[in-house]
């Protein structure tokens, strides 16, 4: 029996096929669909020649989420809020990235303000119903919302983090008139408080929603025709997997679905190779990814926020989301000089359709592909494993517009690309290393992505690690992680108090209610009991007066309280280097991660055969390395190349999902899992 994991990226989909008994794989890479990305998926399906029944499970993970996001196609979408509360996503949140910066602009809201309505109800932060809520008020709105051609609907009341009560009342009030619109509550999504957030949140999940549903049940029908019997889950964007009826209510939680797999199977390299801190660096075609994994921990956030920058806040989302920095540069990135003259590299994509202008299919505009062909990094013959053949005469006369322009030659241009590309991933990796106080020398670099081999050896020199790690099969990661997932949710609760008021008996209930909500989930949704769920606890704690809170892992039992203050200025002084001495503490949040301790299928790591540096050697070329200057290479074909291989650079290694660099300053050499390390 075998299972199967898809991954969805913007510019290709990836597919492995991974039978449970032998560890024996296969892999397949096409470019994605993206105006219906299943037929992508079948395609894969047909190349891996799969058999519907010798699958027992049938994992995915896309981008259909954050992709609908980015390019403003989700659906036309209402807010319904508090009675004063209308404007909550205009008003935003005060604080700026940069309060020097006087041409700020805060976030366009994914809702108009015509269609932002307010609803007559009030609860208080305890609960407590101040103002019963008049349903009289949702009758006014259903002729507009018919009127308007709205799709989706979203609601956030004030406190309902505190009690959903009203909102589910009135979503279920409107669902009986308005059966054609999806209805999101804010309070089905988190129940965590910030009403801007929570709003931002529902919202979002609104606005991808009938685009969501319309790819999961495509999928399914899709698989069902062909036979397939076997659970279809998603991956979530917490590094967990949930079910396809919970992916279509709830799809905003798959919107890092690729960068958690992503995650999943560095850390398993990691394990292998006993290397406990880890710096995640992924590049597709689209968007470069990274994260900071310090003690193999996978960093999980719900501060997350969608298109954030140095110079802009992004949008909140208020999920459990691996905690990584994305930025829209990647092996597609149009190169474009802006008014100003200044050449830039991303955010915008060429895609897979029609792609870049070297593989053919009409596309015009330089991108980073293009650059690193004319710079003979990449092999015109072996790009996706031979599947595309890339044309380096119109990648040239795409660079040639450019350096006309800008009156310098094609080398100059093809290499300015790649270092503004790469200028681009090094603010970002600083971001989640340097800046965040980690040092990057205690870390290697695990790079994976199709192109994030050809960029990590030039960029893990500039930042400093003590190496960099190219795992087998780089370009299929997201998809080879989704086998390290299983079942997982969290459940958070708001629950403001100071801690010299609690007793841990209000601790205990608490966290008792959230499991005896953690068991009805995975009793419903998967049929699981509650002795194969493992159960891991933490509370969100601060300062008084403060606005920023750390999180302390605590077990049960608790213990008394003042241990619990104990060990929260050991995290706060392990955070921030300092305690406030005789200031009071308070709780904030009390958090459940609730997951599945069923032992996984093992994720088998290929040894190496029979192999030689002699068969791997392929010849030599001529590549430009930019800053390094221009060299004849060595060109060594990974899937020959053997155990304990020990090279000097330059040297280019190919495989069918992606290139690896190795500078001429730096050495290479193959550990027994086939692993690059690169120093």
Not at 246 to 268: D, F, N
Request: charged content about 25%.
């Amino acid at each position: 029996m075998a299972r199967l994991a898809v991954d969805i990226g913007g510019t290709f989909t990836d597919a492995v096929y991974l039978e449970d008994e032998t560890g024996e794989s296969r892999s397949a890479k096409l470019p994605t669909t993206s105006e219906n990305p299943v037929e992508g998926i079948q395609q894969a399906l047909d190349v891996l020649g799969v058999r519907p029944d010798e699958i027992t499970s049938f994992i995915h993970g896309n981008t259909l989420v954050v992709n609908v996001i980015v390019e403003r196609k989700g659906a036309r979408t209402a807010l319904v809020t508090t009675a004063g509360f209308r404007d909550v996503l205009e008003i935003a949140r005060g604080s700026r990235t940069n309060i020097y910066d006087f041409t700020f602009k805060k976030p366009e809201p994914f809702v108009p303000r015509d269609l932002r309505f307010e609803v007559r109800e009030r609860i208080d932060h305890n609960g407590n119903v101040l103002s019963a809520l008049a349903l009289t008020d949702a009758d006014k709105l259903v002729d507009y919302f018919r009127f308007e051609g709205v799709e989706s609907v979203a609601i956030q009341f004030m406190h309902s983090y505190a009690e959903p009560q009203h909102e589910i009342l009135f979503a279920n009030y409107l669902a009986s008139r308005l059966p054609d619109i999806a209805i999101t509550t804010s309070s089905e999504l988190t129940r965590e408080w910030g009403e801007y957030e929570r709003a931002n949140t529902a919202v979002l999940n609104a606005y991808v929603q009938p685009k969501a549903l319309f790819f999961l049940e495509g999928l399914e029908t899709a698989l069902a025709t062909r036979g397939f019997q076997c659970p279809v889950v998603a991956v979530q964007s917490n590094g967990g997997h949930t079910t396809t009826t919970l992916a279509k209510k709830h799809p905003i939680t798959l919107i890092e679905s690729g960068p958690a797999a992503g995650i999943g199977y560095v850390k398993r390299i990691s394990e292998a190779i006993c290397e406990s801190n880890v710096i995640f660096f992924d590049v597709g075609g689209t968007t470069a990814k990274c994260a900071v994994l310090e003690n193999r921990e996978t960093p999980v956030t719900t501060e997350y926020r969608l298109e954030r920058s140095e110079t802009y806040p992004g949008y909140p989302i208020k999920i459990p989301v691996v905690d990584v920095v994305e930025i829209g540069t990647g092996g597609g990135s149009i190169a474009k000089i802006d008014p100003y003259g200044i050449l830039n590299v991303g955010p915008e994509s060429a895609g897979a359709a029609p792609g870049p202008a070297c593989f053919g299919k009409g596309g015009t505009q330089p991108t980073t592909t293009d650059a690193m062909l004319h710079l003979g990094i990449l092999n015109p013959e072996n790009f996706a494993g031979g599947q595309i053949a890339l044309d380096i005469e119109k990648a040239r006369q795409s660079l040639k517009r450019v350096a006309r322009e800008l009156d310098i030659s094609l080398d100059d241009v093809a290499s300015g690309i790649v270092q503004i590309a790469n200028s681009n991933m090094i603010n970002a990796l600083r971001l989640v290393s340097v800046r965040r106080g980690h040092d990057p020398r205690d870390f290697v670099m695990i790079a994976t992505g199709g192109a994030g081999p050809m960029h990590a050896s030039v960029l893990g020199s500039e930042l400093g690690v003590r190496k960099i790690i190219v795992p087998p099969d780089p370009g299929f990661a997201s998809a080879w992680g989704m086998f390290t997932t299983s079942p997982r949710r969290d459940f958070v609760r708001t629950h403001l108090q100071r801690l010299d008021n609690t007793r841990t008996e209000d601790l205990d209930r608490v966290f008792k209610e959230l499991q005896g909500e953690a068991e009805k989930h995975f009793e419903e949704e998967f049929q699981i009991s509650r002795d194969k769920i493992v159960f891991r606890r933490s509370l969100d704690m601060r300062y008084l007066g403060q606005e920023h809170v750390v999180s302390v892992p605590i077990t049960l039992p608790l213990g008394d309280i003042k241990s619990l203050e104990n060990a929260f200025n050991a995290v706060h002084e392990r955070n921030y280097t300092f305690t406030i001495d005789d200031a009071p503490s308070e709780l904030v949040n009390f958090k459940l991660i609730a997951e599945v301790s069923a032992t996984q299928p093992e994720l088998r790591i290929r040894k190496a055969g029979r192999r030689s540096s002699q068969t791997a050697y392929k010849g030599d070329r001529i590549v430009n390395f930019g800053m390094e200057g221009i060299h004849n290479t060595r060109i060594f074909d990974r899937h020959l190349m053997p155990v304990d291989l020990d090279i000097a650079g330059p040297a280019i290694i190919e495989e069918s999902s992606a290139t690896t660099i190795v500078l001429p300053h730096q050495r290479l050499r193959v550990d027994e899992f086939l692993n690059l390390h690169i120093s």
